[in-house]
């Protein structure tokens, strides 16, 4: 639906008798210039962020809403793309905050805590931006509940110094005086008018129809209450092409007080919540959507206090389906989390998993009911488990009946069906893969995981760099360029991240903002690696032009460039990987000059050139907070060295085929060598000792982490799995099956929880550790060349890559017999008359 203008005309207030108090115009706020147009978007999507200027009847100005394109996830985090978001509220009078009274401890309105609010910039205008402040000068939360009363609590006040006397007219935080507050008086009935729009969430648009429903009115009579309400600049309205009028609510953060206890507002919720119900006969899942109420559905049942309704809710079929086609998959994990959060339920999370992995396929077919025998086909092998719930089992068996009956509706009928699985083939919920982060279009280089635990941060041989929520599996920024990405590392604080790229430049990328912060230039062939030292203060980057350039993360100047690398040839050597110690002082480089070089970015020189290996130097680390470094190469060996002495003081031998990469434990007490002879191999770096050998994939390793415990490895391969290996006994405990190509990256959260790998199949997964593992279904390794129904219309025999025949019970599916005679892909099979001989060829 296209932008219209939706006009918000301002008029006088004619005192009456109810009162609302309203902060005074700040300085800053009457310098702004008037306007009275706003654009608005599609009702779906409208929202305060939508109103370009927002008049001020107080002063005669606007307070400036600049345009910020804001796309929110379920933790409250929106994504910036362009331009600022500026609140000014300024900060209330004691006295009048204490003329509002205490309405006790404890509010009902749990669902803002899932709400995101404005990052707040200075406006281009010049007006001043500021929280609302106490006068005892403690910051005073922009979003506080409405009906609670605006003064620090006991703890706040004794931090304070004991300032927080009611009536006291101290000083702002921001040194700015404090203004006597005007009041506002409104009718009665418009003051019971906006007090029973209380239940609304602040900066909602809703459409008329809800309001007709909180106040009881029809709809010629709403609108003209509502018309009342704008006139007197209490709320916002906008008209779209189709009519329809749509309110918002401003943000009560100090602008609008009203009182109303937290019983009220319970009552509210639960009259708006009755008035659906009564339509849809009780069922809330069958509810028609208006535009409002499938939204915010779970945000009104929390503060009912009805949160037994949240998980029938939930876990029904069609719900989930017809929200995610409306509204898009964040909203519905939105939900989830929700009801999470004032509830555990573990089966609501399995739930939540299940309805993750389908929610691709369903949304790649809106017009076919997919979510019912999705969910069935995914939760499976969890409900054979021991330890599923009881009301689980039920659960599947209900949706199992259902879709039964589904599909015997619509035999026949020539439609598009979901098949609904037999044996547990599709991805498991409930197991180890918790989310598949899609998006990449090309090979997936280098997967990192932000400080903060949470944000997942990948770049591709598609040019793009994306930075993904790791719970919900959305990507919620994404930087594209011009030419394939390599590598990528991210400052310690979490707020920008270092990408490298083939084209020989680097960029500076601001994760606050989502802007380009530098660009690097100088290299002149691909950058193979970079590094950010743990200060924040300075970045590397590696390059096949054979140098190592220094560059200041602040300004983006180029502050060195190391050099000195030669190939066997005395030409230009290339530099394949770089690291930084703990202390932000040295720098290792290694090449395919067979050497590593240690510098000293203090004082701007090489200190020395560790000399050993016989064949190219491809990876090198620092060990834990020491200036000694591990280096790896295709000679078969990995060195400990010390770097004060340049001297090798272990060589880790052991490999029968070329090393691709080293990795050390944040302890710096273990590494691990990664090489092509299908094997990893655990190290002690004190004494140079060979703990375990990890062996167990079918091609060569190329990446792995040991979790912060150090009892466990994750290994990833180019036959597309990963593996946890158990580090004193080296046997594998998990296997990470899922991608369909070669793995390049692997890394594990601070506390080993989770694991997150890339790959060339252009997806990075998630990974869950401490998950359960499920039964193993049988299956064929590779593709399915041909199916075969035999005589007796219930058993089908298939023939795969992997030399298996394999007969299937079609109605229980399961395996009654499997048949490996051939080393070669089988590519014909033939049945007797009567089903009891199979014949197969396959080609040698």
């Avoid at 190329?702 to 006994?729: E, I, L, N």
Wanted: negative net charge; contains cysteine; glycine residues 10%.
């Amino acid at each position: 639906m296209g932008n219209v203008s939706a006009k918000l005309a301002s008029s006088s207030c004619k005192p009456k008798t109810a009162k609302v108090v309203r902060p005074a115009p700040s300085q800053s706020t009457q310098a702004m210039g008037a306007t009275s147009s706003v654009e608005v978007e599609n009702p779906k999507a409208l929202s305060a962020d939508a109103i370009g200027q927002v008049p001020d009847n107080r002063s005669g100005s606007t307070v400036g809403l600049h345009h910020v394109s804001l796309s929110e996830d379920v933790d409250g985090r929106r994504q910036h793309d362009a331009g600022t978001a500026c609140v000014a509220p300024p900060p209330l009078h004691d006295q009048q905050r204490n003329s509002t009274g205490s309405l006790g401890a404890g509010s009902h309105r749990s669902g803002d805590s899932q709400r995101s609010s404005f990052t707040a910039d200075t406006p281009a205008s010049g007006a001043c931006v500021q929280d609302a402040t106490s006068a005892e000068g403690l910051r005073v939360p922009a979003r506080h509940n409405r009906g609670m009363a605006l003064r620090a609590s006991s703890f706040e006040a004794s931090r304070a110094g004991g300032a927080a006397a009611v009536g006291s007219t101290g000083g702002s935080s921001s040194g700015r005086a404090l203004q006597p507050v005007p009041e506002l008086e409104l009718p009665l009935e418009l003051s019971s008018a906006l007090k029973q729009l209380m239940v609304l969430q602040d900066d909602t648009p809703a459409p008329v129809t809800v309001l007709q429903r909180i106040w009881g009115l029809g709809k010629s009579e709403a609108e003209a209450r509502l018309e009342e309400l704008r006139a007197r600049d209490v709320v916002h309205t906008a008209q779209l092409p189709d009519g329809s009028v749509w309110a918002t609510l401003p943000q009560a953060d100090g602008e609008r007080l009203l009182l109303i206890s937290d019983q009220e507002l319970i009552s509210q919720h639960r009259d708006l919540i009755d008035s659906y119900s009564a339509e849809c006969k009780g069922q809330l899942h069958s509810v028609p959507d208006d535009g409002y109420v499938w939204k915010h559905l779970v945000y009104h049942l929390i503060n009912a206090e009805r949160v037994g309704e949240i998980g029938a809710l939930l876990t029904h079929p069609a719900w989930l389906e017809a929200k995610l086609h409306a509204y898009g998959m964040a909203d519905v994990v939105a939900d989830f989390r929700r009801y999470l959060a004032v509830r555990e339920d573990a089966d609501v999370k399995v739930v939540l998993q299940a309805f993750m992995l389908s929610a691709t396929a369903c949304t790649a077919f809106p017009g076919v009911p997919m979510m019912r025998p999705q969910l069935l086909g995914r939760l499976m092998a969890f409900g054979q488990l021991e330890t599923a719930s009881q009301w689980l089992k039920d659960w599947l068996e209900m949706q199992m009946a259902a879709a039964a009956a589904e599909e015997h509706l619509t035999a026949g009928h020539r439609c598009l069906t979901h098949l609904l699985p037999r044996s547990a083939s599709l991805q498991q919920a409930g197991g180890v893969l918790r989310n598949t982060l899609r998006g990449h279009s090309a090979p997936v280089r280098r997967v990192v995981i932000s400080p903060n635990g949470r944000d997942v941060v990948t770049v591709s041989e598609d040019g793009s760099v994306q930075v993904w929520d790791m719970n919900v599996g959305d990507c919620v920024m994404k930087l594209s360029r011009e030419s394939p990405l390599t590598d990528v590392s991210v400052a310690p604080d979490g707020g920008l991240c270092v990408i490298g790229s083939a084209d020989g430049t680097c960029c500076l990328w601001d994760l606050t903002t989502g802007q380009i912060k530098h660009v690097l230039t100088g290299h002149t062939t691909q950058v193979n690696a970079v590094a950010v030292d743990r200060q924040g203060i300075r970045c590397v980057t590696a390059s096949d032009d054979g140098t190592v350039r220094v560059w200041d993360i602040a300004t983006g100047a180029c502050e060195q460039v190391l050099q000195g690398h030669n190939d066997e040839l005395g030409a230009q050597g290339v530099v394949f990987d770089v690291a930084i110690s703990s202390d932000g002082s040295l720098a290792a480089l290694v090449s395919n000059d067979f050497s590593c070089r240690v510098f000293d970015l203090d004082e701007e020189r090489c200190l020395h050139v560790l000399q050993g290996h016989g064949n190219w130097v491809v990876s090198v680390e620092f060990i834990g907070t020491t200036e000694d470094v591990v280096t790896a190469s295709h000679d078969s060996t990995a060195r400990v060295w010390d770097t004060a002495r340049g001297k090798c003081t272990h060589v880790l031998s052991g490999h029968s085929g070329r090393l691709n990469k080293v990795t050390v434990n944040s302890a710096g007490t273990h590494g691990i060598t990664c090489s092509d002879d299908l094997t990893a191999k655990v190290w002690d770096l004190d004494t140079g000792a060979c703990l375990s050998t990890l062996v167990g994939h079918a091609a060569w390793i190329s990446a792995a982490c040991m979790t912060s415990d150090k009892r466990h490895v994750v290994t990833v391969s180019g036959d597309a799995t990963g593996f946890v290996w158990d580090v004193k006994s080296g046997n594998r405990l998990m296997e990470l099956e899922g991608h369909t190509d070669a793995i390049r990256s692997v890394v594990t959260t601070y506390h080993g929880r989770f694991a997150v790998t890339a790959s060339d199949d252009g997806t990075a997964r998630v990974w869950d550790l401490q998950a359960p593992v499920l039964p193993r279904v049988p299956k064929h390794d590779g593709r399915v060349k041909q199916l075969k129904a035999l005589p007796d219309s219930r058993r089908v025999i298939s023939i795969g890559d992997d030399g298996l025949a394999m007969v299937w019970d079609g109605a229980l599916g399961v395996v009654d017999a499997s048949v490996d005679a051939h080393t070669a892909v089988v590519q014909y099979i033939g049945l007797s008359r009567d089903g009891s001989i199979a014949a197969t060829g396959a080609c040698t």
